[in-house]
Every structure is written in structure tokens, then in C-alpha cells.
């Protein structure tokens, strides 16, 4: 730190990152982050997820989970938008992540094809 900008900087920049962590009335990401979701590229997803919500600069909530039973479906993500049900995806690459957040949770459209499961 040399200055008192880049300390302004600095701070807005942790406040931005502690906010995507808060609940509230805005949409959801989980990414399964439990030892069969690691083995299967869970951190790349999450680094995916994390990259694309900070490019497109969404006010979306980031969060992590254990698992939830369906190794074989590795790596997964839940999204839960405000007043719909909660969408489980499976089997993802970085690319489907682009594709799940442009789609789904910019406009609301949910990806078919790369549904498992609808809570």
C-alpha cells in the first residue's frame, strides 16, 4: 500500500468478493466441493464459476458444498434463483459453466440438457 486510493481500492475490491458470500433474495451457486467433486475437476469448475460471475459482474452468491451422494454425476453445481426451484447440474465442464450462467442464471432459461436433477 502506498496510498490512500489503493487502500480505498483494496477495500472495495474484499467488500465486492464478501458480498457474493451473503444470502438474500438473489440467485445461488453451489459447487459441489466434496472429495469425489475435487477428484472429478470441482476447483476448476468453482475457478470457472467464480471468473465468469466476476467478468460479467453479477450479483450472484458463490458458496461451496460436501457431497451430496451423486459422485458419479461429478463435478455438480445447484442453481437457485429468488422464487424457483433449485436446478442441479452434472457432469460439467468449464465450458457448460459459461453456458449455465449465460443462460440460466442471466435469463432465466434453464440448460436441459445438462439437467440431473430438479429440487
Known amino acids: 500500500m502506498k496510498s490512500l486510493s489503493e487502500l480505498k481500492e483494496l ?12 444470502q438474500g433474495t438473489r440467485a445461488e ?5 466434496g472429495t469425489c467433486g475435487i477428484a472429478a475437476g470441482a ?5 470457472a464459476v467464480l471468473a465468469e460471475v466476476e467478468k460479467r459482474d453479477l450479483d450472484v452468491r458463490v458458496t461451496q458444498t460436501g ?11 445447484d442453481v437457485k434463483l429468488p422464487g424457483k426451484e433449485k436446478i442441479t447440474y452434472g457432469n460439467l465442464s468449464k465450458a457448460d459453466v459459461q453456458k449455465i450462467i449465460s443462460e440460466h442464471v442471466v435469463n432465466g432459461n434453464v440448460v436441459t440438457d445438462l439437467v ?3 429440487h
Do not use: F, S, T
Open 67 to 77: 457431497c451430496i451422494g451423486m459422485c458419479e454425476k461429478e463435478p455438480l453445481i
Open 116 to 118: 440431473i436433477a430438479r
Open 11 to 22: 477495500r472495495n475490491k474484499v467488500q465486492k468478493e464478501m458480498k457474493k458470500r451473503d
Open 43 to 47: 476447483r476448476d469448475i468453482l475457478k
Open 29 to 33: 451457486i453451489i459447487v459441489g466441493m
